[in-house]
Nanobody, 126 residues
Framework: VQLVESGGGLVQAGDSLRLSCTASGDTFDDYTIGWFRQAPGKEREGVSCIDSSDGRTYYADSVTGRFTISRDSAKNTVFLQTDRLKPEDTALYYC????????????????????WGQGTQVTVSS
């Protein structure tokens, strides 16, 4: 599966962005999709995930209530709506695929994901 992220940009604190992850090469609905981010000098962290079977969603504590993940099967795209952005949200955001069911203890582990996009940069100024 080939993944392309888009929608990043430079915004001010409190603004919103909608990130997109579009897939080609396979049926997107067969995959659990995760969003991750990595800031300079920090480890990659799981941000959100949407399960392939029942659409269950998972969020990191740092983004709960501000970010929303959703899937548009017709467009083979997963979105990450990011609201009330903070400077600490600044990072390169990636999406990735996992051929399995997400669980609350494992969805944020990057090593279980198979295919990754190139990332889209989100920069939030204070």
């Amino acid at each position: 599966v080939q993944l392309v992220e888009s929608g990043g940009g430079l915004v001010q604190a409190g603004d919103s962005l909608r990130l997109s992850c579009t897939a080609s090469g396979d049926t997107f609905d067969d995959y659990t999709i995760g969003w991750f981010r990595q800031a300079p000098g920090k480890e990659r962290e799981g941000v959100s995930c949407i399960d392939s079977s029942d659409g269950r969603t998972y969020y990191a504590d740092s983004v709960t209530g501000r970010f929303t993940i959703s899937r548009d099967s017709a467009k083979n795209t997963v979105f990450l709506q990011t609201d009330r952005l903070k400077p600490e949200d600044t990072a390169l955001y990636y999406c990735a695929t996992y051929r399995g069911l997400a669980h609350d203890t494992s969805w944020s582990l990057s090593h279980i994901y198979d295919d990754w996009g190139q990332g889209t940069q989100v920069t939030v100024s204070s």
